[in-house]
């Protein structure tokens, strides 16, 4: 099983703060997403990354920018937090269970964020 | 566009009973389907992933069945415990991972 940690666990932070979320996984998985999720809600992709210098936007848009310098590191930063932001935003890796696009996917215990 | 849909949205139901949960999804071109587990305020953890060639997976008390043609799964819950209370989500990976709304599950001892 995959190790995904994601810190903070809880932010409450004001509006116009920069603010970046961590996620780390230490089984070397090439991909890793963000997704958000608001209660009672889908998961929404936002960012993935196929590895190293990789990113990509997901299906939902965001004002979110991500990085990928390391293969363990995927962080997501806002730049200026609104409190439309309010949300939990997961993180998750995957590994390859079969062909191309037979991944599984490990989930990190996500971030909820609220913005005043 | 694919679109995944969970029913029931909650299910209570008193320990020990067998149940059933619901996935269907509209476009049959999937690569695989995977259930998970979400509790309160958490993430999700991986319960049983069923590749497009599969029919079923087992896990313990849990089963999990698929039919592409139909665009329906279902997951099977064994001898239900208050343990197995939460949200259970399926997602279905075609050319993008979509996830469903889920199934919030309570039973009670």
């Known amino acids: 099983e995959a190790d995904i940690y994601q810190t903070p666990r809880y932010l409450v932070i004001g509006t116009g703060k920069k603010i970046t979320l961590e996620c780390s996984q230490t089984?070397?998985?090439?991909?890793m997403y963000w997704y958000q999720q608001d209660p009672g809600m889908e998961l929404h992709l936002i960012h993935y990354?196929?590895?190293?210098?990789?990113?990509e936007k997901g299906d939902l848009s965001s004002e979110s920018t991500v990085s990928r310098i390391r293969t363990e590191h995927f962080p997501l930063t806002l730049e200026s937090a609104r409190p439309s932001h309010t949300s939990q935003y997961l993180c998750?890796?995957?590994?390859?269970?079969?062909?191309?696009?037979?991944?599984?996917?490990?989930f990190g215990s996500g971030t909820q964020l609220s913005v005043l | 566009k694919q679109e995944v849909t969970q029913i029931p949205a909650a299910l209570s139901v008193p320990e020990g009973e067998n149940l059933v949960l619901n996935c269907s999804f509209t476009?049959?071109?999937?690569?695989?389907l995977q259930w998970f587990r979400q509790d309160p305020g958490k993430g999700l953890t991986s319960l049983l992933l069923?590749?497009?060639?599969?029919r079923e997976q087992t896990s313990g008390r849990l089963n999990a069945s698929l039919d592409k043609s139909s665009g329906r799964s279902t997951l099977y819950i064994a001898a239900s415990q208050p343990g197995d209370s939460a949200t259970y989500l399926c997602?279905?990976?075609?050319?993008?991972?979509?996830f469903g709304k889920g199934t919030t599950l309570s039973v009670s001892s």
């Open positions: 998750a890796s995957s590994v390859r269970t079969g062909g191309i696009l037979e991944e599984k996917l490990f």
């Open positions: 089984m070397g998985h090439d991909k």
């Open positions: 990354s196929y590895g190293v210098n990789s990113t």
């Open positions: 476009d049959s071109a999937i690569y695989n």
């Open positions: 069923i590749q497009s060639s599969q």
């Open positions: 997602a279905v990976a075609g050319t993008a991972l979509i």
